[in-house]
Nanobody
């Protein structure tokens, strides 16, 4: 019913930049919180940053000042601008969206398929 399609991952040198995008489509009445999580090899998935429909954000301490999240509510799309990338930023980045299928229902959490970010030192 709802699909999240991510793009923008890749390989970059340390200190470089990447921009991730995630577009939600399908049966969507509204999207509450959207954001990004990541999973490094051998580690659990962790929060990177989330943004509410009103624009409030919550960043992980490890990315504050380097990453910037933004959102286009009209396009149901969230972006992640990643600057000053470090080897410790390596991982699979997953987009998530809390989607309400009708205007009177609660929201369900959906995940993207993940996009790989690799930072070479």
């Amino acid at each position: 019913q709802v699909q999240l399609v991510e793009s923008g991952g890749g390989v970059v040198q340390a200190g470089g930049s990447l921009t991730l995008s995630c577009a939600a489509s399908g049966r969507i009445a509204r999207i509450n919180e959207m954001g990004w999580y990541r999973q490094a090899p051998g580690k659990q998935r962790e929060l990177v940053v989330v943004i509410t429909s009103g624009g409030s954000t919550n960043y992980a301490d490890s990315v504050k000042g380097r990453f910037t999240i933004s959102r286009d509510n009209a396009k149901n799309t969230v972006y992640l601008q990643m600057n000053s990338l470090k080897p410790e930023d390596i991982g699979v980045y997953y987009c998530k969206a809390d989607v309400a299928l009708t205007y009177i229902s609660g929201s369900y959490r959906y995940w993207g398929q993940g996009t790989q970010v690799t930072v070479s030192s």
